[in-house]
Nanobody, 124 residues
């Protein structure tokens, strides 16, 4: 199966910036839609951002539009989430996910593989 590992979590000051990375195994990374999700304590997992295999299409949850940017480097089998103007409500465990099937999805059940997650804490 595809292996995904997030990195870059940590403690960040409110108003600051941070970048998360997700490294993927496999030879077909460029065909996968990739997504970022997050889960705060006591809350359900929510969609954050997604990017198509070619990088030509991106989507974001309204709460992060204008602040977060998803990107990918298929030569490195890596997806990134650049987070700017961070707020305390961005505090969560962030997960990357891969959709191996044809198509595009912003829903958890549309993804086939998940990383273990990385904690991002934004201090006020």
């Amino acid at each position: 199966q595809v292996q995904l590992v997030e990195s870059g979590g940590g403690l960040v000051q409110a108003g600051g910036s941070h970048r998360l990375s997700c490294a993927a195994s496999g030879r077909t990374f460029g065909s996968y839609t990739m997504g970022w999700f997050r889960q705060a304590p006591g809350k359900e997992r929510e969609f954050v951002a997604a990017i198509s295999g070619s990088g030509g299409r991106t989507d974001y949850v309204d709460s992060v539009k204008g602040r977060f940017t998803i990107s990918r480097d298929n030569a490195k089998n890596t997806v990134y989430l650049q987070m700017n103007s961070l707020k305390p409500e961005d505090t969560a465990v962030y997960y990357c996910a891969a959709r191996s099937r044809v198509g595009y999805s912003s829903l958890s059940y549309g993804y086939d593989y998940w990383g273990p997650g990385t904690q991002v804490t934004v201090s006020s």
